[in-house]
């Protein structure tokens, strides 16, 4: 571990930073490391003299001649590069640098760039950040955890790398994501980087590319199943809630069979959460809510289709069936306004079905009046069809799904459709929204899943909104950890959508977008953490005291990227 102490003056400010490491030490390490805006005097107490160029610099100044190299790169694996070895180089000029473009970097550290920094994780191998916990090292989870680098751990991201984004199984070069999402963590929600610990759970994988490749870093071995994985997962879990009491801890990319059932074994026993069920839940209900209020069209009214039955597409139905009940709607009627589709076509009780699939099986009772191409696979266009869909939404990584066709024949149904194309990254998402908007003649209301151009359309421009489920995660996780919430709850992640729905564009222009744009995150992230405390406290889960002010709980858990002065202090 790292040698330091943060040392604060009587309103809590930090003053300065006390530190034993000196020379090379100290400059290879990133979270302490400010390069040249080392003070001449800091330079003279550190050993640093001759370390450095004689020049003393700003974090400003620094920010600038990092973007100017960032600019230089010309692709985007390049730039993704560069930033990480930015960070491995100098934390705090990593996140001043990405918190000053961030519109332009986040596609670049997080989605959708960092789907191919995973693909190439064992090729561009550098500095080790994080731990990689090995089920060959089950019984060593516990010393693991001790050779951690922050003494102190608010947050965890883990990922078995087994379902990572639309590229499915990438074995240990899950780390990235782990890494990405904590950055992300740092930038939208403010949570302070010194107290992340991102984890690889190498149980395996079953991409043979991977396991014949003689680069690749991780372990050997088909993926291990059944109660050998829940067993090592019970360890894990046991054993990091024993040692950080008040984690939250965050999965990420588990594979459909096993993100469900870890989340709702563990939810009761600790401060967790799903970021592909529950994070991108949040921010697509939200966007459906806002597309609602626009669309002109009564909620009852709305008939919802999704594409794409796995961990993320009933996620969301899951939010949106919790949202009608909250809105007043019984169970049956709720569950009648959604329809899902897998690879087998729409689900039915006669499908095979997941366990969790099958609260959105529909009976095949109601199908008997339906004009079928063919009964035995009910695919998309006879769904929206027949149900007079108003809403689709795409988790499937089938490109170029919602076709001209059947955005078209919506547009028999509401005078604007609400179109989501979800799936990551752009090269297979279900729709280009340059094409919903021609065959839309500009109505419909979209919201996808990676980043794309403003689309020009008769005079008009039309900014695209991501449901980039950084508006929802790094606020959810900041008010958490701002009132030590016991669990993450329904009724939260309810409250976290409403505060996110509420910053919607399109509240007070119906013809705007229903997200924000990205640069807005950390004000969004604020309002989410209030939202989401506020309902812990109401509930009786925050640890803190209900004297104290949530809004000023908030604000102190914040950290933004500064330069603090050193002073050297023996171990």
Request: with cysteine; aromatic share 10%.
């Given at each position: 571990m790292f040698e330091f102490r943060i040392i604060r003056d009587s309103s809590g400010k930090i003053s300065h930073i006390e530190?034993?490491?000196?020379?090379?030490?100290?400059?290879?390490?990133?979270?302490?490391?400010?390069?040249?805006?080392?003070?001449?005097?800091?330079?003279?107490?550190?050993?640093l003299i001759g370390l450095l160029p004689t020049g003393v610099e700003t974090l400003q100044q620094?920010?600038?001649?990092?973007?100017?190299?960032?600019?230089?790169?010309l692709t985007n694996l390049?730039?993704?590069?560069?930033?990480?070895?930015?960070?491995?180089?100098?934390?705090?000029?990593?996140?001043?640098?990405?918190?000053?473009h961030l519109e332009e970097m986040l596609p670049i550290i997080y989605t959708p760039t960092v789907g191919e920094a995973v693909q190439h994780f064992s090729l561009e191998h550098r500095k080790p950040r994080g731990l990689y916990i090995s089920y060959n090292d089950r019984h060593r989870i516990a010393e693991i955890l001790e050779n951690r680098v922050p003494p102190k751990v608010d947050l965890t991201v883990v990922t078995?790398?087994?379902?990572?984004?639309?590229?499915?199984?990438?074995?240990?070069?899950?780390?990235?994501?782990?890494?990405?999402?904590?950055?992300?963590?740092?930038?939208?929600?403010?949570?302070n980087p010194w107290r992340f610990l991102p984890i690889q759970l190498d149980v395996g994988t079953n991409n043979l590319n991977l396991l014949n490749d003689p680069m690749y870093l991780g372990w050997r071995h088909e993926r291990i199943t059944g109660q050998e994985y829940d067993d090592f997962i019970d360890s894990f879990v046991s054993i990091i809630t024993k040692k950080f009491p008040g984690?939250?801890?965050?999965?990420?990319?588990?594979?459909?069979?096993?993100?469900?059932?870890?989340?709702?074994?563990y939810r009761d026993r600790c401060c967790t959460f799903?970021?592909?069920m529950q994070g991108t839940g949040v921010v697509a209900l939200a966007c459906v809510l806002a597309g609602i209020q626009a669309s002109g069209l009564p909620l009852h009214e709305h008939r919802i289709v999704i594409?794409?039955?796995?961990?993320?597409?009933?996620?969301?139905?899951?939010?949106?069936?919790?949202?009608?009940?909250?809105q007043g709607m019984s169970h049956t009627q709720a569950k009648s306004k959604i329809w899902l589709l897998d690879k087998s076509g729409l689900l039915t009780k006669q499908s095979s079905l997941l366990p969790f699939q099958q609260p959105y099986a529909r009976d095949p009772a109601e199908l008997s009046t339906w004009q079928l191409k063919n009964p035995e696979y009910i695919d998309l266009h006879d769904v929206v069809k027949n149900v007079k869909a108003t809403i689709l939404i795409g988790c499937s990584t089938v490109t170029g799904a919602f076709n001209e066709l059947i955005v078209r024949m919506m547009m028999e149904y509401t005078h604007r459709p609400i179109i989501m194309p979800l799936s990551n990254p752009n090269s297979l998402s279900e729709a280009n929204p340059e094409d919903l908007i021609q065959w839309t003649q500009g109505k419909a209301i979209i919201a996808t899943g990676s980043p794309f151009a403003a689309v020009k359309y008769e005079g008009s421009e039309f900014r695209i909104a991501q449901s980039n489920n950084a508006f929802a995660f790094p606020g959810i996780g900041l008010g958490?950890?701002?009132?030590?919430?016991?669990?993450?709850?329904?009724?939260?992640?309810?409250?976290?959508?409403l505060a996110l729905t509420s910053c919607s564009p399109a509240a007070q222009d119906k013809t705007a977008p229903i997200l924000p744009k990205l640069s807005d995150s950390r004000m969004i992230s604020m309002r989410v953490a209030i939202a989401v405390a506020e309902e812990a406290r109401k509930q009786g889960l925050a640890e803190v005291s209900d004297q104290e002010n949530i809004q000023e709980l908030i604000r102190k858990t914040i950290w933004e990227p500064a330069y603090f002065p050193y002073k050297y202090s023996a171990k």
């Open positions: 530190t034993s490491l000196t020379g090379n030490d100290l400059l290879n390490t990133s979270k302490l490391n400010k390069g040249c805006a080392f003070s001449l005097q800091e330079r003279e107490d550190f050993n620094q920010s600038n001649r990092m973007y100017m190299q960032f600019r230089s790169h390049g730039k993704n590069i560069y930033l990480n070895v930015l960070h491995d180089y100098n934390e705090t000029l990593f996140y001043k640098l990405v918190s000053e078995d790398g087994e379902a990572v984004l639309g590229i499915g199984d990438q074995g240990i070069g899950g780390i990235n994501i782990s890494n990405a999402k904590l950055m992300v963590y740092a930038l939208c929600g403010g949570i984690i939250f801890l965050h999965w990420e990319d588990f594979g459909r069979d096993n993100a469900r059932r870890i989340l709702y074994h799903n970021g592909d594409m794409g039955a796995g961990t993320a597409g009933v996620g969301i139905a899951d939010q949106i069936y919790a949202a009608f009940k909250q958490a950890i701002a009132v030590k919430a016991k669990h993450v709850t329904d009724e939260m992640l309810y409250a976290a959508t």
